[in-house]
């Protein structure tokens, strides 16, 4: 019972704010994995839907001119499903990355603290943009150690750490590709 009450109240507020329509636009991007084809389903990842045109995330220009060849059918597969879509756009764009390993716990200490503020000593900033930058910097430090003790790892490329398969971070893989695709 309280389920339905809460769905009549957000359907309510919904069409109060007229977002009704909005939120109709976008069920594809919520419902992809379900709507998709399903050859389409692990290579893709739906961003967002504007003005009647859905932009999707593709692993490389390779996956993206197949698609373009197929735009017409899959748009009309869509459509006949109920969504609103004029176009499809494609970029770039990483995988999604894995969930991290459970909950990571983040502590900031006192030796991340000492490094934050010598590492801004010669820094010419007002002290108490000074403080807040040290605080930001250990807590990156932090962070970081804290990821790579659940199982990241550290990009070759641009050292960023991230978590997932591979040597390179998915920021570093979509710029090979696309370096790799301007090469050819």
């Given at each position: 019972m309280i389920i339905g009450d809460l769905w009549e109240t957000l359907e309510h507020l919904l069409r109060r704010y007229g977002l009704e329509g909005k939120l109709r636009e976008q069920?594809?991007?919520v419902e992809w994995e379900a709507e998709a084809p399903e050859e389409l389903r692990a290579t893709t990842r739906p961003l967002y839907v504007k003005d009647?045109?859905?932009h999707l995330g593709v692993r490389n220009h390779a996956l993206a001119q197949e698609i373009n060849?197929?735009?017409?059918?899959?748009i009309k597969d869509l459509r006949e499903k109920g969504y609103e879509i004029d176009d499809i756009r494609l970029q770039i764009a990483p995988p999604e990355p894995p969930a991290p390993p459970g909950e990571i716990v983040v502590e900031v200490t006192p030796e991340d603290e000492a490094w934050a503020r010598e590492a801004l000593r010669d820094v010419a900033v007002p002290e108490g943009l000074r403080r807040?930058?040290?605080a930001f910097l250990a807590a990156a430090r932090a962070r970081e150690r804290a990821m790579?003790?659940?199982g990241a790892r550290k990009c070759h490329s641009c050292g960023a750490v991230f978590f997932g398969e591979g040597d390179i971070c998915p920021i570093c893989h979509v710029e090979l590709e696309?370096?790799?695709t301007d090469a050819e």
């Open positions: 069920l594809v991007v009647r045109v859905l060849l197929r735009k017409r059918d899959l807040r930058m040290a790579l003790a659940a696309e370096s790799r």
